[in-house]
Each structure stands twice: as structure tokens, then as C-alpha cells.
């Protein structure tokens, strides 16, 4: 019971963990029809908690969920009969579902002076959920511009997803493109545009809530 009350309370710890989960368990699923759909099935779970946790903050829960049914109906559609349309589209309302999550966890961090424990936990949350959304827009554009990312290994074929998220965490922590590199203009671009978005986040939402956190524990006597 404790262990739900605390759930309750911290809805962004619940999906941090969750999606740091689906680090550790999509590559399992990559390579196989089971695995595919078992692979679906887990984005719709972190779709709807990403919804709980919307409800959470002052963002519109409508929004969330009129983009979210088609994501996940998509998503569906995609496990069982894959095209390249059906790709494109779901890659581009899953970039816009995410970039609204975490959208509206940045106005529940941002629209006070004090810091929660479930702030913190957002904290790590509205990363993930950033790099997700760009992971996806990389889908998007791989399916509009074939060939758009290479890497060292199979270069001449499409990025998986887990490559694609790999591409998007590494660049989103500015910590380089490894061996998965933008090779088109459209790629590129977006690649920019999340390093931007990176340091950006860094800079204006991390430091502040640990300038907030230090202020909070100096000014306790």
C-alpha cells in the first residue's frame, strides 16, 4: 500500500522508471513478431502514464489523450501490418505526444519555488520524454528520406529504434552522435535542433531546480 500511495503521490517517478525499463528490455524485443508486438505494447504503457502524469500538471489531459489514441492505434496497426505510411504518421503523432508530455512537466516544475520530490523525478522524466519525441521524429524522417542516418555496422540499411533512441539520448546529453550519424539534410537538421534543445534544458531547468534545492537547504535553519 505504501508503495501505491507514493505512486499517487510522484506520478513522474512512475514513468521514469518505466521508460528507463523499456532501456533495458526493448532490445529483447527488437528482431522478432512477439517481440514487436510486446514492444507496442510497452509504448502504450508509458503513453498512458505519460497521460497520469499530465493530469498531474497544469497541461490539458484532452490534448493528451486526442493525441495519444491515434498513437497508440497506430502503433497497433504498425505491430501487425507495417507500411511506410503507417510509420510516418505514427512517428510524427508520437514526436507531437511526447513534446506535449513534456511540455506540460516543465510548466509543473516551472510554476513554483518550491521543489518536490516529484519535481525531481520529473526532472529525469521530461528528458526521457524528450529524447522519445525525437527519437521518434527521427522514425519520421527516416520514413519520409530513406537513408537518412548511417552507422558502422549495416550502413546501408534503416536505423532500428533502439539506434534511433540511442541517437536521440546521446545527443539530447551532448555527449556526441557515437557511430549513428545524420547523413541527409532533413537529419541533420533535426539532429541540431535536439542539441539545442539539450543545452537549453540544462541550462534553464536543471540549474534552476538545483539553485532552488540549495537555496531551499541553506535557508533551513
Not at 505512486?7 to 524485443?29: D, H
Not at 512477439?34 to 502504450?44: D, H, Q, S, Y
Not at 540544462?202 to 532552488?212: E, H, I, P
Request: hydrophobic share 55%; with cysteine; proline share 4%.
Amino acid at each position: 500500500m505504501k508503495i501505491i500511495g507514493y505512486a499517487r503521490r510522484n506520478p513522474s517517478a512512475v514513468l521514469l522508471v518505466v521508460q528507463l525499463l523499456g532501456v533495458l528490455v526493448y532490445p529483447a524485443m527488437e528482431g522478432s513478431s512477439p517481440g514487436r508486438v510486446a514492444f507496442e505494447i510497452l509504448g502504450i504503457v508509458v503513453l498512458v502514464l505519460a497521460v497520469v502524469s499530465v493530469r498531474a500538471t497544469p497541461g490539458l489531459t484532452w490534448i493528451s489523450v486526442c493525441l495519444g489514441i491515434p498513437a497508440v492505434t497506430l502503433s497497433v496497426l504498425d505491430a501487425f501490418n507495417p507500411t511506410n505510411a503507417v510509420v510516418a504518421i505514427s512517428g510524427i503523432l508520437h514526436a507531437a505526444f511526447y513534446f506535449y508530455a513534456a511540455y506540460s512537466l516543465l510548466r509543473y516544475m516551472l510554476s513554483d519555488h518550491d521543489v518536490s520530490v516529484d519535481e525531481l523525478f520529473a526532472t529525469g522524466a521530461t528528458f526521457t520524454l524528450v529524447a522519445w519525441g525525437f527519437a521518434y521524429l527521427y522514425v519520421f524522417v527516416q520514413a519520409l528520406v530513406p537513408g537518412s542516418f548511417t552507422a558502422a555496422v549495416d550502413s546501408g540499411n534503416n536505423r532500428t529504434w533502439m539506434e534511433l533512441l540511442f541517437l536521440s539520448f546521446t545527443t539530447m546529453s551532448s555527449t556526441g552522435l557515437s557511430d549513428i550519424v545524420p547523413i541527409t539534410a532533413w537529419g541533420r537538421s533535426v539532429v541540431m535542433l535536439e542539441q539545442l534543445a539539450g543545452v537549453g534544458y540544462v541550462a534553464m531547468v536543471v540549474s534552476r531546480l538545483v539553485g532552488l534545492t540549495i537555496t531551499k537547504r541553506n535557508a533551513t535553519p
